[in-house]
């Protein structure tokens, strides 16, 4: 209970609940754009959780998970261009899709490391952008619009504030999933393979195949951000898929600070929330805003949730040890 | 589908691959021996790219226009090097990633700050304008100009680096800096000048591209992906791997744009042909990266640590 | 007694009313490219808008504006963002722009629910001009299909027999290929869809020199079309083979192409060569104010402030009845004495309008352009049919 008491981890709930009473809060402003834009930052938050559970637990640094993101899109937009609006078809079509996509690129990509590793995940990702984009029927590079939301008993997110508490559960859920499985023998073991890969197989633990597991799990999880956002904006469209919006994702799991629970929407929260701020004072506000980065950058590898950390110390170590990660 | 047209288009893949090449020289250096990620060498190109630009207007001579853009490369790196480079040369490459990232978002809009949106004009002497007629096809004498650069700097950093002690120098240092140091040579002054060498070469290929590219905010990003499969299939760290890389990438890229869709052709009809030829030719040299990669992770011609 | 005051407490009202009424600020959306490989697109699409507006007296129908401007960042995803926040938040009265046909389709679920008046000025994408046309939603620029077919109707007119085409491979790449071939009745050489974004064209121009063409029809909008042209000029082929381009060569890319583009044929529904009324009050206005000559997206940018200054008078300054002003914007365009010559709006809400052929030619130290011809005058576009048909 102590630990939940300092800011590492109060700061970040508090701003949870916040985020959950945004609708409310928007309706009475009557200034729903707001509703609009905080679910776009918990897609992305969920988005960059799932990267997170990949590259921050298991050091697998994919620069194509966008990838993903993509075919949680098109597996929303493709049954409803049919006429199939059931989300339980959307979900199952996205979890199918995401897991055998990700297993086989995860297989692949598996066999290298390092940046090796890193430009195969491009590779996969261009190609499946390639691939949209050359499909005329489906839009290609215009995109598809999508008619009919997904609908599941009792909820349908064909508005913003449908998706926006959707979206919000499933960011709650996984982030405390995330927290559970830092610390569980699965977690343990991905973080102990990305410190010193080569102790970890002599122990005689098949790393190999937890790192597939996490890359799998993380492709499952990014996809069902992409079927949220799909729904968001009732558009999907092949320029979600392009390197540049992984490289974003890698950029809001590294700023929230990788590897930590709250990190990936600490991330997400700040990169586009500073994005919009900046927008409005300066039509210059890229270069600023790219400044503002590179100085996070060189502040502080942990990024934010590591700034959060170090205002009250968690001298224990009982849970995150964020700071003893960082010596690495 | 003529012997003289495979001919041309072997002739292309060639000088396209050399100046693939000179956008890899830099990139591979930095990335191999100082194990820095650095994203915003594209930005370094188009700075070069935009130098070479303005001061080829003003005075009209091509020499002058790419000794500045080399001068811009090699002082904006410095600088880079000073204030940014150095503090993070033993973070993890993410951060490289990170503070990188935020360097391109930067000088792109500085860019087009002091020269808007609209692409630059740059100006090429009558004498580099001339054609030649090759196998029947003109042919622009530029780009052998090109390819003539690009084979210089690949022989000139094959000397450099290994012919000189200033090579063997940086060499010992990517290995182990610490011994290096403590052998009395400056090794933060030594990291600074190969960052700085990497910047110029980079700002070299700007100004080598700019009378056949597009000089605009953003010219960078596109060429960035291309350059960093030629870097990690020639091998990092490796500047002749770079070379052999990018000669190959752009051949593989050339003969898969022009062919492949006419060996579609001959087998299925011209609606799918349009439609999928291109797209497996955009594949191409991504597909090419992924299985060199799983069957040889260090690149075809990694550099010899020792 | 009572009759009185409360006449009199009418009277205030009423007075009182028609003061807001006559204070109420028309706020107009603006959105576009305005950073990236396509700025100079958006950029002066803006000025060209602003310019209008300025020269309204920063006016429109007798009522103060004011524009917010957004960068779409060439993001669908943004644009979609962006129309919420216009609508939602800043409740504007019509959004001006919405950027190329992808960053437009996405951005259409909200502003298609709330009503709102969005006027494309850059882009006429099928799908709008067919079976999912809107009755608020307009085009001021021109539908997509419509300059390409003027260039294979100018090609097919020039009696070329064999035209090699090229164009990048996505939606709107196809879909110009399309609209030439709907026009040119001749034999086509080859039809090669390039990379977005390709760099290096050496290996097609190589190749489209053995395909025994008489003309060459391209589509390379922004840093493509450059890099196209410099590298087409450069292999001395400009003087050997008619290039025919949509998109390619237009004021935004005439700079830094300067002589390389001399000669090129391009099709457009404006450039700096026609003397309609108004149009060099306009090209000077512009080059003085923002240092460059226009090109046709400010063109578009500027009779799109004067369409809406001729509806919102229409509706005598109200937009609350969103139908009752997309109304007035159609009739608006029959009205709009347009630098482009005759325009109006088309029964799918695009333009109908000419599409010239253009020459790029050097004047003196100048690189402009001369009228060629008007292969397609008050052309209406293919897709129209299946609107109505709805």
């Not at chain 1, 937009?77 to 006429?83: D, K, M």
């Not at chain 1, 799990?217 to 558009?235: E, P």
């Not at chain 2, 009378?211 to 760290?237: A, D, H, K, N, R």
């Not at chain 3, 077919?149 to 100018?154: I, P, R």
């Amino acid at each position: 209970m102590k630990t939940l008491l300092k800011p590492a981890q109060l700061i970040p709930m508090l701003l949870l609940l916040v985020l959950a009473v945004i609708p409310p809060i928007a309706a009475g402003m009557d200034d729903n754009f707001w509703v609009a834009f905080f679910a776009r930052v918990l897609v992305y938050g969920i988005a960059a959780s799932a990267l997170n559970i990949a590259l921050g637990l298991g050091g697998l640094v994919s620069l194509g998970h966008a990838l993903f993101l993509g075919i949680g899109m098109y597996s929303v937009s493709l049954p409803s261009y049919y006429g199939v609006t059931s989300g339980w078809l959307h979900l199952a079509m996205c979890v199918v899709a995401c897991a055998v996509v990700g297993g086989i690129t995860g297989l692949i990509s598996l066999r290298t490391s390092g940046i090796a590793f890193i430009m195969i995940t491009l590779a996969f990702a261009q190609m499946g952008y390639f691939v949209i984009v050359s499909l005329k029927q489906y839009g290609g590079d215009d995109g598809m619009s999508i008619t009919g939301a997904s609908s599941f008993v009792g909820l349908q997110l064909n508005t913003p504030v449908a998706v926006y508490y959707a979206a919000w559960v499933l960011l709650a859920a996984l982030t405390y999933w995330v927290y559970r499985l830092r610390t569980s023998p699965f977690g343990m073991t991905l973080r102990a393979g990305r410190q010193n890969a080569r102790r970890v197989m002599s122990v005689g633990l098949a790393l190999r195949s937890y790192q597939l597991a996490a890359y799998v799990l993380s492709a499952v999880l990014c996809g069902m951000a992409g079927m949220l956002l799909a729904n968001l904006n009732a558009y999907a469209s092949p320029s979600s898929m392009s390197w540049t919006v992984s490289g974003e994702l890698i950029v809001m799991v590294v700023l929230g600070g990788m590897g930590s629970v709250f990190g990936p929407v600490l991330g997400a929260l700040t990169f586009l929330g500073v994005e919009e701020i900046l927008k409005a004072f300066t039509e210059h506000w890229m270069a600023v805003f790219g400044l503002a980065i590179l100085g996070v950058a060189m502040a502080g590898k942990t990024g934010l949730a590591g700034l959060l950390e170090k205002i009250q110390p968690d001298t224990t170590g009982a849970t995150n040890a964020l700071s003893k990660e960082s010596a690495k | 589908m003529s012997a003289t047209l495979l001919l041309a288009q072997v002739l292309n893949g060639l000088q396209y691959g050399v100046m693939l090449f000179l956008l890899a020289a830099g990139l591979t250096l930095v990335f191999g021996i100082m194990s820095f990620v650095n994203l915003a060498h594209g930005s370094l190109y188009m700075l070069g790219a935009y130098a070479a630009a303005v001061v080829g207007v003003q005075t009209g001579s091509f020499t002058l226009s790419v000794l500045a853009a080399v001068a811009t490369g090699a002082a904006v790196g410095m600088a880079l090097e000073w204030v940014a480079v150095s503090r993070l040369y033993r973070r993890d490459h993410l951060d490289h990633v990170l503070a990188t990232f935020g360097l391109v978002l930067f000088f792109n809009e500085v860019v087009r700050m002091i020269w808007g949106s609209q692409p630059v004009f740059v100006s090429l002497p009558e004498s580099l304008s001339g054609t030649v007629d090759i196998f029947g096809f003109t042919y622009p004498t530029y780009r052998f100009l090109i390819i003539a650069v690009g084979l210089l700097v690949a022989v000139g950093s094959q000397w450099l680096i290994h012919k000189t002690r200033v090579g063997m120098l940086i060499r010992a240092g990517s290995v182990n800096p610490q011994m290096v140091s403590a052998l009395g040579v400056n090794i933060r002054l030594l990291n600074a000048m190969l960052f700085a060498l990497g910047s110029a070469l980079a700002a070299l290929a700007g100004a080598m591209a700019g009378p056949i590219l597009s000089v605009q905010s953003g010219m960078g990003e596109p060429v960035l992906i291309t350059t960093l499969v030629v870097i990690v299939i020639g091998g990092i760290g490796s500047v002749h791997g770079a070379l052999y890389a990018g000669i190959i990438v752009s051949l593989v890229d050339t003969l898969g744009r022009t062919f492949l869709p006419m060996l579609i052709r001959e087998f299925a009809s011209r609606e799918v042909a349009n439609a999928a030829g291109p797209a497996l030719a955009s594949m191409l040299i991504y597909l090419l990266m992924a299985v060199i990669l799983a069957l040889r992770p260090q690149g075809l011609f990694p550099a010899h640590k020792a | 007694m009572k009759n009185i005051a409360l006449a009199k407490c009418f009277a205030v009202g009423a007075a009182a009313l028609t003061l807001s009424a006559a204070h109420a600020e028309i706020k107009i959306g603006f959105t576009g490219p305005l950073s990236g490989p396509v700025a100079a697109v958006g950029q002066d699409q803006y000025d060209g808008f602003m310019l209008g507006i300025e020269a309204l007296g920063k006016k429109l129908g007798g009522e103060s504006v004011s524009v917010l401007r957004e960068d779409d960042q060439l993001k669908p995803e943004l644009g979609n963002q962006i129309a919420r926040k216009l609508i939602d938040r800043d409740k504007v009265d019509a959004i001006v722009g919405l950027g190329f046909s992808n960053v437009l389709m996405a951005s259409l679920p909200r502003i298609v629910e709330s009503g709102t008046v969005a006027i494309a000025t850059n882009a006429g994408p099928s799908p709008l001009a067919g079976a999912g046309c809107l009755p608020h939603v307009f085009s001021m620029s021109w539908q997509n299909d419509g300059t390409a077919e003027a260039m294979g109707k100018y090609a097919q007119d020039s009696g070329y027999k064999r035209v090699y085409l090229m164009a990048p491979n996505y939606q709107a790449g196809k879909d110009y290929v399309a609209g030439f071939k709907r026009y040119f009745k001749g034999q086509i050489a080859d039809e090669v869809y390039t990379q977005v974004n390709q760099p290096d064209y050496s290996a097609e121009i190589a190749q489209l020199q053995s395909a025994g063409a008489d003309a060459v029809f391209v589509f390379y909008p922004g840093g493509m079309g450059v890099n196209f042209v410099k590298q087409f000029s450069q292999a001395g082929l400009m003087k050997k083979l008619p290039l025919l381009s949509a998109f390619t060569v237009d004021g935004t890319t005439i700079s830094s192409l300067r002589d390389a583009a001399v000669g090129t044929i391009s099709g457009a529904m404006w450039d700096v060569a026609l003397k309609t009324p108004g149009n060099t009050e306009f090209i000077s206005n512009f080059t003085k104010k923002y240092g460059r000559v226009p090109s046709h997206y400010a063109a578009v940018g500027y009779d799109t402030a004067k369409l809406l200054d001729i509806a919102v008078r229409k509706v005598k300054g109200n937009t609350t009845d969103k139908d009752a002003f997309a109304a007035a914007v159609k009739a608006a365009g029959t009205e709009l004495k347009s630098i482009r010559g005759p325009f109006r709006f088309n029964s799918n809400n695009m333009p109908v309008q000419n599409y010239y052929a253009f020459q790029t030619i050097k004047e003196g130290n100048d690189f402009t352009v001369k009228l060629l011809g008007n292969p397609l005058p008050d052309h209406q576009d293919a897709y129209v049919a299946q609107c109505k048909a709805k």
